[in-house]
Structures are given as structure tokens and as C-alpha cells.
């Protein structure tokens, strides 16, 4: 990328807002990954609209980063732009029962903000570390709940950069999946339909889930969150777990002996050691049970070994 066309992203947005070669293990959950070519920090819907604009007219490839949870970034980065939703972006509002809530608003604030109204109905998203926007991309789901169970409408914005409102029931909305994944639009917003609750249980309800984590998942170790998909019929984890793999690791990478379904950084990964074990995995467990184990982790950037 030529030094014109990055201080045009210093002209539109500040340069407060744009950084170059930024590490982008400092943006993700499992704090893997090189530097971004160019790393923006959009306050308002009008600059994320510029700034995509300026892509499309310079032909650069961008990507849409929330709280960088559930994503791998190549160890040579990404040689484009990275357009980041969250720390600016993440206003909420509590109308009645429903909340309007800006694309960059964490899942776990959101939930904080509907106990403190006594609405229930999304405690099972407070524990996801990840954002709105990122969320309703993939139908994020835990614990028996989803993200279209309480969804009412989603403002996004198209590749013409036209902006526009759809409801929740022409989002089709699947396991891990929706229409705004599949035509590629960017969240900017969504409203979410909750209902009156008491707050002394949804606060039991919470601690009840937190705990749970707490237990099941390896929360003191780097990680993207669940790493595969769950395959139709089966668990990830268990078929991982009864393939003989608990503990098992390539360099700084290393399937969770806590979880089976993590991959987590035991210290220094490389994204390469992550895809490396991945491969593995998905080979031992296609071997022994006949079941193709599907990533649910994104991968960004260029990878020697997929």
C-alpha cells in the first residue's frame, strides 16, 4: 500500500485513529498474530462508511474486527486494512424491554445492562467474549440460547455502502450462520427483545452460568473460544477427547487438557502451530470416527499450512 493512499485514512478519520503495522496478537482472544498493514479505529458509522470506501476505490482488502475473539491472524498479519467495531463503537441503549445496541458493544456489557433493568432472556450470552456485531454474524449461541431467540432487527450496511434495517426473520439466522455472514454485510447495529424478569434471578442465573465456565472451559489460557464446530450428532470435544488427544501439542499450541473442544496458547504460539495441531486433529479424529471436524474459528491472512 502506497504512503498516498495511507495518510488518505489519516485525512478521513484522524490520525489518532489509524495505526500502521500494528500487532494484531494485541486484538485478538488468543493473542496470536503479525501486524496489520493498517489498523483503523472508527468513531461513527460515517467513518467506517469512508473508510470502506476508500478500500473499494484503492482495491485494498479489508476486515471487519470486533473484540478479535474466535479468530486466527496469520503470523505475517495481514497486508490490507483492519477496520476495528469495538472500541468505539459499542453504545447501548435500554428502550422498555428491547435494547439498541452499536455493532462494537460487548456481549458481556450488554447482559450487565439488561440485569441492571431486570430483563432476562440474554443471560446466556454474558459470558461470550465477543461483540454484538460478531455475534449476530455467526448466530453466537451458549448454554441452549442464541442470539436469534432474542433478536428483533439489525442495521447493516452493503458493499455500495447503502445502509439499511432487516428483521430478524429474513436474516436466516442457522448454527453459526445468517444472511449477513453469507452476503457479506457489515453490522452496524441491532435491537434485541428481552422480557421482565426478576433481578435476584437472572443475577443467580449468571453466577450459574459463570461458574459453569468456570469449571468446563479453560479461561486462564489464550484462546478463540470453541475451536471446531459442533458436527451433527456428536461433540467435538468428546470425539477429540476419546481420540486420545487431551494435552496434545505443537509448539505453544495445545488442545485444552480442561476442554477438549479449545485450542489454547500455552505460551508464545505461533498461528502456524495452531493450524499445524488443528490439521492434526481434524486428521485423527476423520480416521478413527469417520467425522469431519469443521472449524469454527476464522482464519485471516496467509497460512503454509491449510
Do not use: W
Not at 500494528?22 to 496489520?36: L, V, W
Not at 475473539?69 to 459499542?90: F, H, K, P, T
Not at 435491537?191 to 433481578?199: A, Q, V
Not at 476419546?242 to 473442544?261: F, I, N
Request: aromatic fraction near 8%.
Amino acid at each position: 500500500m502506497n504512503e498516498a493512499v495511507k495518510q488518505k485514512f489519516c485525512q478521513v478519520l484522524g490520525k489518532e485513529q489509524v495505526l500502521f503495522e500494528e500487532p494484531m496478537k494485541s486484538h485478538t482472544t488468543f493473542r496470536i498474530g503479525g501486524p496489520a498493514e493498517v489498523f483503523i479505529m472508527p468513531k461513527s458509522v460515517k467513518q467506517v462508511q469512508m473508510a470502506v470506501k476508500i478500500c473499494q476505490e484503492e482495491q485494498i482488502p479489508y476486515f471487519i474486527l470486533g473484540n478479535g475473539s474466535n479468530l486466527l491472524v496469520s503470523d505475517r498479519g495481514y497486508r490490507g486494512v483492519i477496520i476495528q467495531m469495538d472500541r468505539n463503537m459499542g453504545e447501548i441503549q435500554v428502550e422498555g424491554t428491547e435494547i439498541q445496541a452499536a455493532a462494537g458493544a460487548l456481549l458481556s456489557s450488554i447482559a450487565v445492562a439488561a440485569r441492571r433493568e431486570s430483563l432476562t432472556g440474554f443471560e446466556f450470552a454474558g459470558g461470550i467474549p465477543g461483540t454484538l456485531g460478531g455475534a449476530v454474524v455467526m448466530n453466537a449461541g451458549a448454554y441452549g440460547g442464541e442470539i436469534k431467540d432474542v433478536l428483533k432487527e439489525v442495521t447493516v450496511m452493503d458493499g455500495d455502502g447503502k445502509i439499511f434495517t432487516l428483521p430478524a426473520s429474513e436474516l436466516e439466522m442457522g448454527y453459526r450462520t445468517s444472511i449477513i455472514k453469507t452476503a457479506g454485510y457489515l453490522v452496524l447495529s441491532a435491537r434485541i427483545t428481552l422480557s421482565r424478569g426478576k433481578e435476584e434471578d437472572i443475577k443467580a442465573r449468571t453466577r450459574e452460568l459463570s461458574e459453569m465456565r468456570t469449571q468446563k472451559q479453560p479461561l486462564d489460557y489464550p484462546s478463540a473460544g470453541s475451536t471446531f464446530k459442533r458436527p451433527e450428532g456428536y461433540f467435538a470435544g468428546k470425539l477429540i477427547m476419546d481420540s486420545g488427544l487431551r494435552g496434545y501439542s505443537v509448539g505453544g499450541a495445545m488442545v485444552s487438557e480442561k476442554h477438549c473442544g479449545f485450542v489454547i496458547n500455552k505460551g508464545n504460539a505461533t498461528a502456524e502451530d495452531v493450524v499445524s495441531l488443528m490439521k492434526h486433529v481434524t486428521e485423527v479424529v476423520q480416521e478413527k470416527y469417520g467425522v469431519t471436524l469443521e472449524p469454527e474459528v476464522k482464519f485471516l491472512g496467509e497460512f503454509d499450512g491449510r
